[in-house]
DNA sequence: AATTAGTACTATGTGTTGCAAGGTACTAAA
DNA sequence: TTTAGTACCTTGCAACACATAGTACTAATT
């Protein structure tokens, strides 16, 4: 039996450092406020794969936090783009839009 | 130091699956002759990479092959779609359409 | 006939990543 | 004070791409 969900998984890999600064540079978030933007978009993410990932971009200097408190619970820790974020975001967008004319260069080819 | 080399390899990764079943949809192929048409799409892919994955598409039943003599050189190994792999090849392309289209989306939102 | 260059296939070890699973801590309502 | 809800964090595992090194076959050169 072959089971595509394992190749739909690994598709997504490498692309959610894009989406995450995307969504950050539309305005600070924090990881809970993440997860749900990248749902309405159908990319489903999950906490274990999220925290180490946003730790991992504000270790290379791409984010920063701030605290927040909040009435509903526990203080949140928003994310915000540095200015290297944002200048990295921009090489980020130009890779995936090459990737996605590569690939489907390569999937329509018909000769 | 951010390297944006990491990420978009990363990126590639999940995809060169589609496009090698994709390479072979289009009639069999040996591994260099798809590295081969991979590098025409911008798509650098290296043996490394290419053998274990055709390896494990062959295992899974979605490729066979067959030998074939050369007058350059050793055999080669011909590979091609298996019926599963056809319609398996159809799968991936809707979920690579399905990625393009979420992954626009985030980028693309401004509310 | 032996060596070299070119082509082709194969195997091993490493680093990165996504994710499942489990855990801590704060707030407010019952 | 217990329970439910929200939020953040850590650990261990499996899959994958890739670098590296190696084997084997053919043909041309010496």
């Known amino acids: 039996m072959v089971n595509s969900e394992n190749t739909k998984a690994q598709m997504r890999k490498g ?3 894009l989406c995450i600064l995307s969504i950050l540079s539309q305005g ?3 990881p809970t406020e993440i997860i749900e933007k990248l749902k309405e978009t159908k990319l489903v993410v999950v ?3 999220l925290y180490p990932l946003l730790t991992r971009l504000k270790n290379t200097g791409l ?3 701030r605290w927040e408190e909040s009435t509903s619970g526990p203080p949140r820790k ?3 783009l540095t200015e ?3 200048t990295y975001l921009k090489e980020l967008h130009l890779s995936w839009y090459e990737l996605v004319d590569a690939v489907n260069k390569t999937i329509n080819k018909q000769d």
């Open 47 to 49: 906490e274990g794969t």
């Open 63 to 65: 984010l920063t936090y």
């Open 78 to 80: 928003y994310y915000m």
């Open 15 to 17: 692309v959610l450092e």
């Open 28 to 30: 600070d978030a924090y």
């Open 84 to 86: 290297i974020g944002v």
